[in-house]
């Protein structure tokens, strides 16, 4: 296992570029997203490419006026389209994976973290890289996509939250859920509320040790969220 810990970054890659290559799939049938969801979110992308700013919701009916309330994935794949210069709805499908396989490593961290086991963090990369549901789910053109991604993102940074500077990284993207899949957000609220309510009566590495120390974890986890 310490031989796995030296390799830990080569993993990483690894994982990253298996997991890449499993959401890439699709593409061999269609150059298009994957699933229906993805032509509404691709065409916010191009109204925001040609207006230059985010569209008002109220402005538009349909699919159209519904995704443009949460308006971050479609605002991402914009910013990702004029850097590339392909057009958001052919750039969809690799802009997906290239999202999706984000949560394979961060799910290989967390569980390495969590578990101090490498080959239990390598299993789970393993597992989340190339298990159907979990594939599905990082490879449609939804907004519960990146939403995904963040939590996993958040989940790794609440439980390393003792060193500052992973609190202070963590409160970008708890800001940042909200306004991009509502659901998503309310399983973040209800983990993050769960985990601290655990920390803060069983003795563990991540207990609590004081009051000061549970309310700064309530106000920069589960608060931000709440507001």
Same mark, same amino acid.
């Given at each position: 296992?310490?031989?796995?810990?030296?390799?830990?970054?080569?993993i990483c890659i690894l994982l990253f570029i298996v997991g890449f290559a499993a959401r890439l799939i699709p593409t061999h049938l269609s150059p298009l997203p994957f699933n229906i969801d993805g032509f509404p979110l691709a065409r916010i992308s191009e109204i925001m490419i040609s207006t230059g700013s985010i569209p008002d919701p109220a402005n538009y009916v349909g699919l159209l006026?519904?995704?443009?309330? &949460?308006? $971050?994935f479609s605002l991402l794949l914009a910013q990702f389209s004029l850097v590339l210069g392909i057009e958001p709805l052919y750039l969809m499908p690799y802009f997906c994976a290239l999202v999706g396989s984000l949560a394979v490593i961060f799910i290989y961290v967390l569980t390495r973290e969590l578990t101090n086991n490498d080959l239990a963090a390598l299993g789970a990369g393993l597992f989340?890289?190339?298990?159907? &549901?979990? $594939?599905?789910?990082t490879t449609a053109a939804m907004k519960q996509l990146l939403a995904i991604v963040l939590l996993c993102f958040i989940f790794y940074t609440y439980s390393r939250r003792r060193d500052w500077r992973y609190r202070l990284v963590m409160i970008f993207p708890l800001g940042l859920l909200p306004f991009t899949h509502h659901l998503t957000s309310l399983m973040a609220l209800l983990t993050l509320s769960f985990a601290l309510a655990g920390t803060a009566f069983r003795r563990s590495e991540h207990h609590v040790r004081s009051w000061k120390e549970l309310l700064l974890d309530l106000i920069t986890g589960p608060g931000i969220l709440m507001i």
């Amino acid at each position: 296992m310490n031989r796995l810990k030296r390799y830990s970054l080569w993993i990483c890659i690894l994982l990253f570029i298996v997991g890449f290559a499993a959401r890439l799939i699709p593409t061999h049938l269609s150059p298009l997203p994957f699933n229906i969801d993805g032509f509404p979110l691709a065409r916010i992308s191009e109204i925001m490419i040609s207006t230059g700013s985010i569209p008002d919701p109220a402005n538009y009916v349909g699919l159209l006026g519904y995704n443009m309330k &949460l308006p $971050v994935f479609s605002l991402l794949l914009a910013q990702f389209s004029l850097v590339l210069g392909i057009e958001p709805l052919y750039l969809m499908p690799y802009f997906c994976a290239l999202v999706g396989s984000l949560a394979v490593i961060f799910i290989y961290v967390l569980t390495r973290e969590l578990t101090n086991n490498d080959l239990a963090a390598l299993g789970a990369g393993l597992f989340a890289a190339l298990s159907g &549901l979990f $594939v599905y789910v990082t490879t449609a053109a939804m907004k519960q996509l990146l939403a995904i991604v963040l939590l996993c993102f958040i989940f790794y940074t609440y439980s390393r939250r003792r060193d500052w500077r992973y609190r202070l990284v963590m409160i970008f993207p708890l800001g940042l859920l909200p306004f991009t899949h509502h659901l998503t957000s309310l399983m973040a609220l209800l983990t993050l509320s769960f985990a601290l309510a655990g920390t803060a009566f069983r003795r563990s590495e991540h207990h609590v040790r004081s009051w000061k120390e549970l309310l700064l974890d309530l106000i920069t986890g589960p608060g931000i969220l709440m507001i």
